[in-house]
């Protein structure tokens, strides 16, 4: 009887040292000192890029001037087809105050185009077909979105789907 305690007490000593080396190296890893890419988060310079359009030209987005918005997203995420009927209707609204970009991850223009006029939405989209810019703004969930200021720094970022309510409070509130 007291061979199989201790037997017992033995696997369970080794079960919790896995527990233990398992959270010490989650902790080991999360504090390595990982950081978003420069140019992702609030604070940061945005990197100024060029992407093609929808109708094939590219087009350079520098930040001069007035405040940029950009929406990564994809038609294949349903938050995303969930959250464009506000971002565009928002686009419309402040179209001369404000740039605003959907930013399409990988995927073909054919498909984005259909989306866009099925639904009748008219707000630029940008192709990121590589995801080299969704990369570069560190996007890991869709949709994500990033405000930037006329000087080129992010000022406000949310991944997750934006109402219009909230857009204008957090992005229509930039506005002077």
Do not use: H
């Not at 199989?4 to 000192?33: E, P, Y």
């Not at 008219?122 to 560190?138: C, R, W």
């Not at 934006?162 to 409070?169: I, L």
């Amino acid at each position: 009887l007291s061979r199989t305690k201790c037997a017992m007490a033995f696997l369970m000593m080794k079960q919790r040292m896995k527990l233990l080396a398992t959270c010490f190296l989650l902790i080991l890893f999360c504090s390595s000192g990982a950081t978003a890419a420069p140019g992702a988060l609030p604070g940061d310079q945005a990197p100024v890029f060029s992407l093609p359009a929808l109708d094939g030209q590219r087009v350079q987005v520098d930040f001069a001037g007035k405040l940029t918005v950009l929406n990564f997203w994809a038609v294949r995420c349903p938050y995303c087809r969930e959250e464009m009927p506000d971002l565009a209707a928002f686009e419309s609204a402040y179209r001369s105050r404000l740039m605003v970009y959907a930013v399409d991850i990988r995927e073909p223009a054919d498909r984005v185009q259909r989306y866009m006029s099925e639904n009748n939405f008219t707000l630029p989209v940008l192709l990121d077909n590589k995801g080299e810019l969704a990369k570069m703004y560190a996007v890991e969930t869709i949709p994500t979105t990033l405000l930037i200021d006329a000087k080129g720094n992010v000022v406000f970022r949310k991944t997750g789907v934006m109402s219009r309510f909230e857009m204008e409070m957090k992005i229509a509130g930039q506005l002077q």
